[in-house]
Each structure stands twice: as C-alpha cells, then as structure tokens.
C-alpha cells in the first residue's frame, strides 16, 4: 500500500482518480476548496482536508507531511471562458498552487508529480493531430497558467521531482458537473438537452475537438506511475480524434428520445476553431489508447445523467 495526495479531490477527474486508488488498496489522502467541486464526490475512505492549494498553510499547517509515493495535482479553475473573468484569481490558484505543490514535494521527499495540464496550452493549431512539439500560444489566461505550470515542474525536475504533464483534451463521463454551464462542452450540450430540449452553441458547428472518457483519462494517469520513463513529458490524452461540433450534438440528439433544437448565437472568450491529439507520444510512452468509443461514451454519460435529471 502507497499513500498518494490527490488535489481537486471532490471535483470530476480527481474524485474518480482517486476512487481507482483506493480500489488498487492505497491510501488518499486528498485536498480541495469546494468552489467548483461537491462534498458527496469525496470518496468515503480518502482522508480529506478542505484548503486552497494556493494557500501557504496548507502546507505548513494542514497537510500530513509525508514522503508521497506520488502527487496527483488535479486542483484548478477548469474553464477557459471563466479565467477572462479575473485572470488574477485564476493565476493563483491554478498557476501558484502548482509552485506550491511542487515546493511541498520537495520538502517532503516525493519525487513524483503527475499533472493535469491541458489542450488549452497550443492554442490556434493547423487542421491536423497536435503534436506535444508544436508551438503552444494560449488563447486564454487559463491556457497560459496551464502552461506556467508545466514549465514549473520542468524546472523542478533539475531539483529531482520527477513529473508528468497530461494534456488532457475534452473530458466528459458520469460524474461531470452538470450544473456548470461555462466548463466541459459535452456535460454544458447535455443538460441544456435535459433540461429544455434545446441546445445552445456559443460558435459555429464546424468548430471540432477531441473527447476523451474518464475512464481513459484515469487509466493514463495509473499508466504514469507504471512507466517512470514519462517522466519529463508532457502527453497528450485525446479519445475520439477529430469530432465537429456538429457532430457532437447530433449524437448527443440521436439520444434522446424528446425533440431538441440546437441554436448557434454568440460566441466564448479564447476559444479554439478546432484542436485533436496526436496520440503517438502517449502510445509510446505510456502504452495509453483509448478504450471508450464517443459514441458508447455518450450512451454511459447520458444514462446517468438522464437518472439524476428524473429524480
Ligand atoms: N474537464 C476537462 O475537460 C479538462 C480538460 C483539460 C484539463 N482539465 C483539468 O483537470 C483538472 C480537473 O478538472 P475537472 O473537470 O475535474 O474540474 P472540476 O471543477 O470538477 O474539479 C476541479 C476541482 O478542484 C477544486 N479546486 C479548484 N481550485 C482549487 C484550489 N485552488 N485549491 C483546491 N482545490 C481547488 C474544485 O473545487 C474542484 O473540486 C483541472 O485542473 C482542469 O483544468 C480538465
């Protein structure tokens, strides 16, 4: 048994990463500051701390210090429309929490940082799979933290903290916050779905991007501590490849059983035309392809969330 410390514990990815953990039989001990994450996420056998991972005390005061096996640092404003609200705010506690983190395992012995980075950090890439070397240009303050970020565990590295960036693409799954209606494309489509049969689209249907499974995103972050020699990278999870906007609704349309419009008005500060992985790095390196399918993706993600919506 290894004691891991997950932040962003009661949100989306770090709830189910942390539930794989503690069903492989080892010890969570998590953190998270509930401003986007749910209380009833936090998996009963984690030992949780409620903190900001931008807050010094955390570390001085609050967290066991201990030599982690690993960090999982999953905490963070997840959304690049909400970081044009107070690039500020979202520079600490995406940014400075990191700095933070990565201070912390060096204090404490843990050699190991596995990070939830982001497509975000490319920015307007040409139409074909993205490379993890190609020139990354944020379009959104959060893409810039996301990318400050891996740049900080880079230069931690020469200090021995050995660590793994995943740029994740869109994730979506049960679990996803379906109430947030400026973060994650699938879950936002999805409830305007559920909840007025009718889809709203900020931007035009040929915009595309990639979805991914949390199932597939959690096994990526498993196949990290499997496979020390991704440390130093940054990878890219995708899952679908290239899905258009367009295509994303009308399979999301095709199943519900209930008419649904979808209307395109308006559009999303710093978003993308259109960006997919290239998975080469991640098949090489950590072994990862995709298992879920988008369309069985979706058919899992909407029998959840059709239950809660008839409750
Ligand atoms: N969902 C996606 O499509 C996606 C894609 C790329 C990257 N990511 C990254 O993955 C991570 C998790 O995303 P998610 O979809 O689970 O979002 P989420 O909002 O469900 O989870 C984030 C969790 O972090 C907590 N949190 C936020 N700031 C914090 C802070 N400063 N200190 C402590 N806790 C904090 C929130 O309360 C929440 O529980 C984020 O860092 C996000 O940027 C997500």
Not at 51 to 76: N, T, V
Not at 148 to 163: K, M, N, P, T
Not at 224 to 243: K, Q, Y
Not at 262 to 273: F, I
């Amino acid at each position: 048994m290894a004691s891991y410390l997950v932040t962003g514990i009661a949100g989306f990815i770090g709830s189910a990463v942390a539930r794989a953990l503690l069903a492989q039989g080892h010890r969570v001990v998590g953190v998270d500051n509930l401003t986007t994450g749910f209380r009833e996420n936090i998996p009963a056998e984690a030992e949780f701390y409620e903190a900001a991972c931008q807050d010094a005390r955390l570390y001085a005061e609050i967290l066991p210090r201990e030599p982690y096996a690993a960090i999982f640092h999953i905490a963070g404003q997840s959304s690049g429309e909400i970081s044009f609200d107070d690039p500020v705010y979202d520079l600490r506690t995406n940014a400075e929490s990191t700095l933070h983190l990565l201070k912390f395992a060096l204090a404490v012995g843990c050699g190991r940082i596995l990070y939830a980075s982001s497509m975000s950090v490319y920015g307007d890439q040409p139409d074909k799979p993205v490379r993890e070397d190609a020139p990354a240009f944020p379009r959104s303050f959060y893409g810039v933290g996301k990318l400050a970020s891996e740049h900080y565990l880079r230069l931690y590295e020469q200090y021995g903290v050995r660590s793994t960036a995943l740029r994740l693409f869109n994730v979506y799954g049960p679990g996803q916050n379906m109430s947030n209606l400026r973060q994650g494309m699938v879950s936002i489509y999805m409830a305007m779905m559920l909840d007025k049969g009718d889809i709203h689209v900020k931007g035009n249907p040929d915009r595309y991007r990639d979805f991914v499974y949390i199932d597939d995103v959690v096994r990526a972050f498993l196949l990290c501590l499997d496979h020390p020699e991704s440390a130093g990278c940054a990878i890219n999870i995708g899952g679908s490849g290239r899905v258009t906007v367009g295509e994303l609704t009308a399979a999301l349309r095709a199943l519900h059983d209930a008419p649904c419009s979808v209307r395109y008005a308006g559009c999303t500060p710093g978003d993308m035309h259109g960006i997919y992985a290239d998975m080469s790095l991640a098949a090489e390196v950590l072994g990862y392809v995709p298992q879920t399918s988008l369309s069985e993706g979706l058919k899992r993600m909407y029998a959840w969330a059709s239950g809660r919506c008839a409750k």
